[in-house]
T-cell receptor, first 108, second 114 residues
Framework: QKEVEQNSGPLSVPEGAIASLNCTYSDRGSQSFFWYRQYSGKSPELIMS????GDKEDGRFTAQLNKASQYVSLLIRDSQPSDSATYLC????????FGQGTELSVKP | EAGVAQSPRYKIIEKRQSVAFWCNPI?????LYWYQQILGQGPKLLIQ????????DSQLPKDRFSAERLKGVDSTLKIQPAKLEDSAVYLCASTSDLLNTEAFFGQGTRLTVV
């Protein structure tokens, strides 16, 4: 079992739609959860962090955490072509582990 | 605030040669990570330092890879000898604490082994 697993892509959504990205993790002791965005040829950049169960909203982005189900998700509302990138889920216990990434394509 | 600095940006070497990458984290950041990112995959943790001590190096191929962070500041990752499958982007990241703070990434070093 992979430590951090994301839904396989690529995910294609039309402009203005909601994009839903999912992630599960294996270490129940994990305490911090992050979503990074990575454009092609660039380094990952943080877009959301979440530390407690529930939802956290920041502009068009909403992160959801369910520690009992070991599940993290990211919703992107009103998706824009500029959101087209690979989204990486990262989970931190004693070390920071990344999933394999989900490629998102937003079509105009 | 200056970001994480990495050098070189690009490196092309022949298999069996050696190569070294350098990383200078954000000032004051105690935790430093080295990741290997193969095209189309997520970053794979190679080694994690807390100050100048190793927290985790379970995924580091120790027969050919080595890393050090002697004074708890900058770090060097070395590969000797390189193999074709080492072709990847090597990312350095740092955080101010072990938990609950984001990791900031450098621009990475793209290594091509031919």
């Amino acid at each position: 079992q992979k430590e951090v697993e994301q839904n396989s892509g690529p995910l294609s959504v039309p402009e203005g739609a909601i994009a839903s990205l999912n992630c599960t993790y294996s270490d129940r002791g994990s305490q911090s959860f992050f979503w990074y965005r990575q454009y092609s040829g660039k380094s990952p950049e943080l877009i959301m962090s979440i530390y407690s169960n529930g939802d956290k909203e920041d502009g068009r982005f909403t992160a959801q955490l369910n520690k009992a189900s070991q599940y993290v998700s990211l919703l992107i509302r009103d998706s824009q072509p500029s959101d087209s990138a690979t989204y990486l889920c990262a989970v931190q216990g004693g070390k920071l582990i990344f999933g394999q990434g989900t490629e998102l394509s937003v079509k105009p | 605030e200056a970001g994480v600095a990495q050098s070189p940006r690009y490196k092309i070497i022949e298999k069996r040669q050696s190569v070294a990458f350098w990383c200078n984290p954000i000032s004051g950041h105690a935790t430093l990570y080295w990741y290997q990112q193969i095209l189309g995959q997520g970053p794979k943790l190679l080694i994690q330092f807390q100050n100048n001590g190793v927290v985790d190096d379970s995924q580091l191929p120790k027969d050919r890879f080595s890393a050090e962070r002697l004074k708890g500041v900058d770090s060097t990752l070395k590969i000797q000898p390189a193999k074709l499958e080492d072709s990847a982007v090597y990312l350095c990241a740092s955080t101010s604490d072990l938990l609950n703070t984001e990791a900031f990434f450098g621009q990475g070093t793209r290594l091509t082994v031919v």
